[in-house]
RNA sequence: GUUCUUGUAGCUCAGUGGUAGAGCACUCCCUUGGUAAGGGAGAGGUCGUCAGUUCAAUCCUGACCAAGAACUCCA
């Protein structure tokens, strides 16, 4: 057999010759320096036979950063295998060790165990000891083929591994790949010998997970690492998480005063601070002012609805688990309202409606409630009630596409307005559990082939998933990567032609008679409490003057400017600019201190000087730090300020 | 919901089987200053809740509550 290498030349090679024999071929000094391989573009090892053919590369230890994936697994058994030595030399008998699954993943590996007794972080310098001392046996990786029965045999003490290995089909060969004494059930690819694995490790963290990631199986307890091909790359990973630290919402939430959740109240009911509120209105009154634009009326409805409303729109059979459990009150039931919809349909059956009256929109910053598991709840961005920009647009068959188009345009408007340029769009759709959604085929694939076509005509990348319809309709969600590159979904577009089935809602056509309105469901925002928490970390706390709850700080300079700082200030406040005095004893340095750190994005410090010029100083935060301006006329910046403000510039 | 971890002053955190401490914040006094911390004094805690072990529990054990991480889930 054949293979070609990077510059297209033709290496002949016998039959189940390895990357590592094409190595020893082209010479015994890159043979010494390869790490692993690419065969066809797919990352593979030098331990696996070479099918004909393809075209392979060599990745050596020049550039083990491209072969990240195989270090990040080789160490996953490094872990296992230290794992296994630090229980052994406990005293516990080597099968007292069971495994479930350790592959790698994004940043580094994890490896599932089942142990006699709980290992604990404060464990973690003794089995990162060990781990160093692996890899500087030098051990080799060795791949070998097996047949099931032996696999079988050799993992006999292990449950995981043997229902593993009794599930794989009898036709394919079952690998094991060794270091040492250490043998594991695994498919590769690996590093050739510890020796060639990265010394930029570290154990992070450990938790449980459930075997096969089933919550009815028993739960394994999972031990995190993270590696990188040098200590460089990991000290800046390492820097990258601290800096998630320090933007979390829920620390922000604290030290800006924007929000709080207390025990008392309910957990994951959000209590909203006067600052945060600050924050959500101004996000309200710019959402509202673009709907007003675009022709959305407002309306309003009660945070709790009849039992047969949901029962009507199939919300209470669908997401029992997720609503809270009905009221019952004078024999009948109530429910706290998990969606707006069914509400905004009823509205919209409130009277007869023409072919004229369409699309009608209808919006509402719409409070609902969802019991979400309690382990989900986390800050502002998993709660139990939140308020969300809701709107549902009725309209014809023949308006939808420029209708879905024009809130595309909106969500599109939205996002730039906060900068938010790394969204990603996720098409939802239908899987094969059909008996999850309501509502006709024919509705379902007209609708998912409408948003499809929609998006590819605005030019947006985008994913289609299937699955991750709602049960009334396909929908389109935007998602956003926070800074570790946790995935958060922020607003939503879904076509719906089936509640206004369930409701038999219609509009009288030009024909005379009755026709079925198509709706959208929309939410640019998504909810206010997730869109706030995603924010606070988007900005880091440092908002744009328009969003922020403090906008201004007066710092007099001594005790005798204060008069004068208090007449500014109640004349930006008269102007709608949300100033304050630091009129403390404290030195200026300190006000200025202070400002910096409760993120004020403008300082205005007044003294002597000043006060005789009606003037100010500016110092402002910018990102790369700050910006000084001195005797600045105090009418000038007043009006600047206030421009700034209004244009949300 | 499950597993693990955590819970001490408003915040960030030390600490001990003999009922507690620091820094910041707060109050008062002195200081009146020019772009990231002036000095001093004071006040503030059922050591998450409830049981148990003990002569004695904030500390040990258990249950519960809450938070964090992960898993599962997410209209």
Same mark, same amino acid.
């Given at each position: 057999m054949h293979v070609f290498l990077p510059d297209g030349k033709r290496l002949d090679l016998p039959e189940g010759a390895t990357a590592l024999d094409a190595a020893k071929m082209i010479g015994p000094r890159?043979?010494?320096?390869?790490?692993?391989?690419?065969?066809?573009?797919?990352?593979?090892?030098?331990?696996?036979?070479?099918?004909?053919?393809?075209?392979?590369?060599?990745?050596?230890?020049?550039?083990?950063?491209?072969?990240?994936? /195989?270090? %990040?697994?080789? $160490?996953?058994?490094? *872990?296992?295998?230290?794992?296994? @030595?630090?229980?052994?030399? +406990?005293?516990? #008998?080597?099968?007292?060790?069971?495994?479930?699954?350790?592959?790698?993943?994004?940043?580094?590996?994890?490896?599932?165990?089942?142990?006699?007794?709980?290992?604990?972080?404060?464990?973690?310098?003794?089995?990162?000891? /060990?781990? %160093?001392?692996? $890899?500087?046996?030098? *051990?080799?990786?060795?791949?070998? @083929?097996?047949?099931?029965? +032996?696999?079988? #045999?050799?993992?006999?003490?292990?449950?995981?591994?043997?229902?593993?290995?009794?599930?794989?089909?009898?036709?394919?060969?079952?690998?094991?790949?060794?270091?040492?004494?250490?043998?594991?059930?695994?498919?590769?690819?690996?590093?050739?010998?510890?020796?060639?694995?990265?010394?930029?490790?570290?154990?992070?963290?450990?938790?449980?997970?459930?075997?096969?990631?089933?919550?009815?199986?028993?739960?394994?307890?999972?031990?995190?690492?993270?590696?990188?091909a040098g200590q460089k790359e990991l000290d800046e990973y390492l820097e990258r998480l601290e800096e998630a630290k320090r933007r979390d919402h829920r620390r922000l939430g604290k030290e800006l005063e924007l929000f709080t959740i207390d025990p008392l109240v309910g957990k994951g009911l959000p209590l909203w601070l006067p600052n945060g509120t600050v924050l959500r209105e101004e996000l309200t009154r710019f959402l509202r002012e673009q709907q007003f634009q675009r022709y959305y009326q407002g309306v309003i409805t009660p945070n709790i609805g009849n039992l047969e409303l949901y029962k009507t729109s199939g919300h209470y059979q669908n997401y029992s688990d997720s609503n809270f459990s009905p009221i019952t009150v004078d024999d009948e039931q109530y429910m706290l309202?998990?969606?707006?919809?069914?509400?905004?349909?009823?509205?919209?059956?409130?009277?007869?409606?023409?072919?004229?009256?369409?699309?009608?929109?209808?919006?509402?910053?719409?409070?609902?409630?969802?019991?979400?598991?309690?382990?989900?709840?986390?800050?502002?961005?998993?709660?139990?009630?939140?308020?969300?920009?809701?709107?549902?647009?009725?309209?014809?068959?023949?308006?939808?596409?420029?209708?879905?188009?024009?809130?595309?345009?909106?969500?599109?408007?939205?996002?730039?307005?906060?900068?938010?340029?790394?969204?990603?769009?996720?098409?939802?759709?239908?899987?094969?559990?059909?008996?999850?959604?309501?509502?006709?085929?024919?509705?379902?694939?007209?609708?998912?082939?409408?948003?499809?076509?929609?998006?590819?005509?605005?030019?947006?990348?985008?994913?289609?998933?299937?699955?991750?319809?709602?049960?009334?309709?396909?929908?389109?969600?935007?998602?956003?990567?926070?800074?570790?590159?946790?995935?958060?979904?922020?607003?939503?577009?879904?076509?719906?032609?089936?509640?206004?089935?369930?409701?038999?809602?219609s509009y009288v056509g030009e024909d005379g008679a009755d026709h079925r309105p198509v709706m959208i469901h929309r939410a640019p925002f998504g909810s206010l409490e997730r869109f706030v928490g995603i924010l606070i970390e988007h900005y880091g706390g440092d908002f744009p003057l328009w969003l922020a709850p403090r906008q201004v700080v007066l710092i007099p300079i001594a005790d005798r400017h204060n008069a004068y700082a208090e007449e500014l200030q109640a004349e930006l406040h008269r102007a709608g600019l949300r100033a304050e005095v630091d009129d403390s004893s404290s030195r200026m340095n300190a006000k200025v201190r202070q400002a910096e750190l409760s993120k004020i994005p403008v300082m205005l410090i007044v003294g002597d000087k000043e006060q005789e010029e009606r003037a100010v100083s500016v110092r402002e935060r910018t990102p790369e730090g700050h910006k000084e301006r001195k005797g600045v006329q105090f009418a000038e910046l007043k009006t600047e300020l206030l421009e700034r403000y209004q244009t949300r510039s």
């Amino acid at each position: 057999m054949h293979v070609f290498l990077p510059d297209g030349k033709r290496l002949d090679l016998p039959e189940g010759a390895t990357a590592l024999d094409a190595a020893k071929m082209i010479g015994p000094r890159l043979a010494q320096d390869a790490l692993a391989a690419t065969v066809g573009g797919e990352l593979t090892d030098l331990m696996t036979p070479l099918p004909g053919g393809a075209a392979i590369t060599l990745i050596t230890k020049k550039n083990p950063g491209d072969a990240a994936p /195989l270090f %990040r697994h080789s $160490l996953g058994h490094v *872990l296992s295998q230290a794992v296994g @030595e630090y229980y052994v030399a +406990r005293g516990f #008998a080597h099968e007292a060790v069971k495994r479930g699954v350790g592959p790698a993943i994004e940043n580094g590996f994890y490896q599932d165990f089942d142990l006699p007794q709980p290992l604990s972080e404060e464990e973690f310098p003794a089995i990162e000891a /060990l781990m %160093r001392d692996i $890899l500087s046996r030098n *051990l080799d990786i060795t791949r070998a @083929e097996v047949g099931k029965d +032996r696999a079988l #045999a050799q993992f006999s003490y292990d449950p995981y591994k043997v229902e593993l290995i009794a599930a794989l089909p009898d036709a394919e060969p079952i690998t094991f790949y060794s270091q040492g004494d250490y043998v594991d059930l695994c498919r590769g690819p690996h590093f050739p010998r510890t020796g060639a694995l990265p010394s930029a490790f570290k154990l992070m963290s450990t938790s449980s997970a459930y075997w096969r990631g089933d919550a009815s199986n028993p739960t394994l307890q999972r031990v995190y690492g993270v590696a990188f091909a040098g200590q460089k790359e990991l000290d800046e990973y390492l820097e990258r998480l601290e800096e998630a630290k320090r933007r979390d919402h829920r620390r922000l939430g604290k030290e800006l005063e924007l929000f709080t959740i207390d025990p008392l109240v309910g957990k994951g009911l959000p209590l909203w601070l006067p600052n945060g509120t600050v924050l959500r209105e101004e996000l309200t009154r710019f959402l509202r002012e673009q709907q007003f634009q675009r022709y959305y009326q407002g309306v309003i409805t009660p945070n709790i609805g009849n039992l047969e409303l949901y029962k009507t729109s199939g919300h209470y059979q669908n997401y029992s688990d997720s609503n809270f459990s009905p009221i019952t009150v004078d024999d009948e039931q109530y429910m706290l309202k998990p969606m707006n919809c069914p509400h905004h349909v009823r509205i919209y059956a409130s009277k007869p409606r023409s072919y004229r009256d369409l699309p009608v929109r209808l919006a509402e910053f719409g409070t609902v409630y969802r019991y979400e598991q309690s382990g989900e709840l986390n800050g502002l961005t998993r709660v139990r009630g939140f308020t969300q920009d809701d709107a549902h647009i009725f309209c014809r068959p023949d308006q939808l596409k420029t209708e879905f188009l024009a809130v595309l345009d909106l969500t599109v408007l939205v996002l730039g307005t906060f900068g938010m340029t790394d969204v990603r769009f996720r098409v939802g759709v239908r899987d094969a559990s059909k008996d999850k959604y309501v509502g006709s085929d024919a509705n379902w694939d007209a609708a998912e082939a409408q948003i499809i076509e929609a998006v590819g005509e605005v030019g947006l990348p985008f994913t289609v998933e299937p699955g991750d319809a709602a049960f009334y309709g396909p929908k389109l969600d935007f998602v956003i990567k926070d800074v570790i590159g946790r995935e958060w979904q922020l607003g939503t577009i879904q076509v719906d032609y089936n509640l206004p089935e369930r409701f038999d809602i219609s509009y009288v056509g030009e024909d005379g008679a009755d026709h079925r309105p198509v709706m959208i469901h929309r939410a640019p925002f998504g909810s206010l409490e997730r869109f706030v928490g995603i924010l606070i970390e988007h900005y880091g706390g440092d908002f744009p003057l328009w969003l922020a709850p403090r906008q201004v700080v007066l710092i007099p300079i001594a005790d005798r400017h204060n008069a004068y700082a208090e007449e500014l200030q109640a004349e930006l406040h008269r102007a709608g600019l949300r100033a304050e005095v630091d009129d403390s004893s404290s030195r200026m340095n300190a006000k200025v201190r202070q400002a910096e750190l409760s993120k004020i994005p403008v300082m205005l410090i007044v003294g002597d000087k000043e006060q005789e010029e009606r003037a100010v100083s500016v110092r402002e935060r910018t990102p790369e730090g700050h910006k000084e301006r001195k005797g600045v006329q105090f009418a000038e910046l007043k009006t600047e300020l206030l421009e700034r403000y209004q244009t949300r510039s």
